[in-house]
């Protein structure tokens, strides 16, 4: 049996030669490909081409990268090196708009760039450094503490149904909505996950069963459009998926196709679950109306993964990458802090709370 917590970690910091490493995930599972970038123009590139993707692991790259930026800076004064640091961090800040983590961790380096005032530029670096090294550590406590929270809610030898990737190369360790099977296969939960191909990029089949896989999981790749017979013919007990952005009153961002599993989960009776950190839960969003939803380019429609494009040239296209499941269809929002139930603009706050 395979042991997941050695799945490979996608994001990490090379301070002695100022570099930000990150597992290639678009050319996953062939090739197992580390990048080794230096400049924010690359850095900005990789999480806009979703070769490092996931919204907590887009945090971590961020706050490295912000760190890595700012460690260039020539300035010689704390306010001189403030300006250098809020270019890098605007310009990163324009890669990808849904994912909340890319701002929360971002915002999260700029406060403790202000906590710093006064100190010498050297001095705020290294600050930079360690906050965005906590970053990276507490996100792998977030997501083994999404899991144990999410083990309680799944029996042994369930079917588990998830969309896209929320494993463990899409945060520090562990995964998301992946979590709990991670942890209940140490646990000889022998759950059997069925993962959603994930049109257009193929985060299911090139990720999830990829990861699954390599971890000795029982997992079966599912087209998307077969998600409905799997419910109906009672092979699937539970929905975990990950998220991009949570809104006050519960209504979830998450890959595109998402919603349309939800409601199938509704249809079915089966319970469906939002793994979500804290970090990916934004109060100030309302509703799901305030969340903005990342349109992508058509090729990855019509052509990127054929050697001859297969549908017409120029046809028209529409390839909006996340899709915002409502409220109403999610059973429960399962936390680092614990599992959030409907009110969810009442239960939501008091999860930061605790
Ligand atoms: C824990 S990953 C969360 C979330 O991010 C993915 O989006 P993308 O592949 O575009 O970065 C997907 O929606 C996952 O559920």
Redesign the pocket.
């Known amino acids: 049996m395979g042991n997941p917590v050695e799945v490979i970690q996608s994001v990490k910091l090379d301070d002695e030669n100022s570099t930000l490493i990150l597992l290639d995930?678009t050319v996953l599972p062939n090739e197992t490909v580390f990048l080794e970038l230096k400049e924010m123009e690359d850095v900005w590139d990789a999480i806009y081409q979703?070769k490092v993707?996931?919204?907590?692991?887009?945090g971590i790259a961020a706050g490295y990268g912000v760190y890595l930026g700012t460690k260039k800076s020539t300035a010689d004064t704390y306010d001189g090196l403030y300006e250098d640091f809020k270019k890098v961090k605007e310009y990163l800040a324009s890669s990808?708009p849904?994912?909340v983590n890319l701002f929360w961790a971002l915002n999260r380096m700029e406060d403790r760039f202000k906590a710093e005032e006064g100190k010498t530029p050297a001095e705020v670096k290294a600050a930079l450094k360690e906050e965005a090294e906590l970053i990276r550590a507490e996100d792998e406590q977030i997501?083994e503490s999404i899991g144990k929270y999410a083990l309680s809610v799944l029996e042994p030898g369930w079917g588990i149904l998830t969309?896209?990737?929320?494993?463990t190369i899409?945060?520090a360790k562990y995964?998301?909505?992946l979590a709990p099977i991670y942890l209940g296969q140490e646990k000889g939960y022998d759950f059997k996950v069925y993962a959603d191909e994930?049109r257009p990029?193929l985060?299911g089949a090139r990720?999830t069963a990829w990861e699954l896989e390599k971890a000795g999981v029982d997992v079966t790749l599912i087209c998307d459009n077969m998600a409905s017979i799997v419910m109906k013919e009672g092979k699937i007990q539970a929905v975990l998926?990950?998220?991009?952005r949570v809104a006050e009153n519960g209504d979830t961002?998450?890959?595109?196709g998402?919603s349309g599993v939800a409601i199938l989960a509704k249809h079915y009776n089966i319970p469906f679950y939002v793994?979500a950190?804290l970090s990916?839960i934004d109060l100030e969003c309302k509703t799901g109306d305030d969340i903005h939803i990342?349109l992508r380019p058509s090729e990855e429609i019509t052509s990127k993964w054929y050697e001859k494009p297969m549908a017409p040239e120029n046809v028209k296209t529409y390839n909006p990458?996340?899709d915002v499941t409502d409220h109403s269809l999610i059973t429960g929002i399962i936390t680092e802090k614990g599992i959030a139930y409907a009110p969810f603009t009442e239960s939501l706050p008091q999860m930061f709370k605790k």
């Open positions: 995930q979703l993707r996931g919204a907590p692991a887009i990808r849904t994912a997501c969309h896209c990737n929320a494993g899409a945060t995964g998301t909505a994930t990029l985060q990720l998926v990950g998220c991009d961002a998450n890959k595109i998402t793994c950190p990916t990342e990458c996340f």
